[in-house]
């Protein structure tokens, strides 16, 4: 079956750095979102890679490993609006997405 | 530039009451349609969507239908909720001609069934 892995929760402190990593697990693979969502609220795009390697995008970074079914998020120099939840999702050989059920990152002064 | 509205916000509805949930996105043409539906500390799962006017593909079997009665515009439905409808359902597009294209999403519309 198709699988994504994100660990549930993390906690952070302002100004440092944090890693969310993701697993998956996909009959095909097109490629892998980020999504970031603050509570009751909608998701919004962070970052899409298709290659193997990292991308950075300022504070924000993603990498993906197509041979490992592994990516992350890397969040830099942590701020109190970063507490939201981050979700991985990644695109089956259909183009259909398949989600994980979020990493939820709390940040601490 | 596109926008994406979906309404009500917010709704109580008893258990076995109808339900509908409206969608519309300006500012682009034979937009993808999607509705999500997400429960608490789960991923989303897609309910609905739609290539063209008319066109629906269901993902999952339940007691929701979806309509698309015109281009943007995108309906979620249901004759007789059940507690287990509770959730939090998201309605999104994206670009057709852009199959690895990011999805943008409605604010949301938090159902709770009593």
């Known amino acids: 079956g198709q699988n994504i892995d994100q660990p549930t929760e993390m906690t952070a402190t302002e100004g440092a750095i944090v890693q969310i990593n993701c697993t998956y697990q996909?009959?095909?693979?097109?490629?892998l979102f980020w999504y970031q969502q603050h509570a009751g609220e909608a998701p919004t795009f962070l970052s899409y890679?298709?290659l193997d390697g990292l991308e950075e995008k300022g504070r924000f970074s993603s990498f993906l490993s197509r041979s490992k079914g592994y990516s992350y998020l890397l969040l830099k120099e942590l701020q109190m609006k970063d507490s939201a939840s981050y979700l991985c999702?990644?695109?089956?050989?259909?183009?259909?997405?398949?989600w994980g059920a979020g990493t939820k990152l709390i940040i601490k002064p | 530039s596109q926008t994406i509205h979906q309404w009500p916000a917010t709704l109580v509805q008893p258990v076995g009451s109808p339900l509908s949930l409206e969608c519309t996105v300006e500012?682009?043409?034979?937009?993808?349609l999607y509705w999500y539906r997400q429960a608490a500390g789960r991923g989303l799962q897609l309910l609905f969507y739609?290539?063209?006017?008319?066109?629906i593909s269901s993902e999952v079997p339940q007691n929701l239908s979806a309509s698309r009665p015109q281009d943007r515009q995108f309906i979620l439905s249901s004759k007789k909720l059940l507690l287990s409808d509770s959730g939090f359902y998201l309605c999104?597009?994206?670009?057709?001609?852009?199959?690895?294209?990011?999805?943008?999403f409605g604010e949301g519309s938090r159902l709770t069934v009593l």
């Open positions: 890679n298709v």
């Open positions: 996909t009959s095909g693979f097109n490629g």
């Open positions: 999702a990644a695109l089956d050989s259909n183009y259909q997405l398949i």
């Open positions: 500012g682009t043409s034979n937009p993808n």
């Open positions: 739609s290539v063209g006017i008319g066109q």
């Open positions: 999104a597009w994206s670009d057709a001609g852009h199959q690895t294209g990011e999805l943008f």
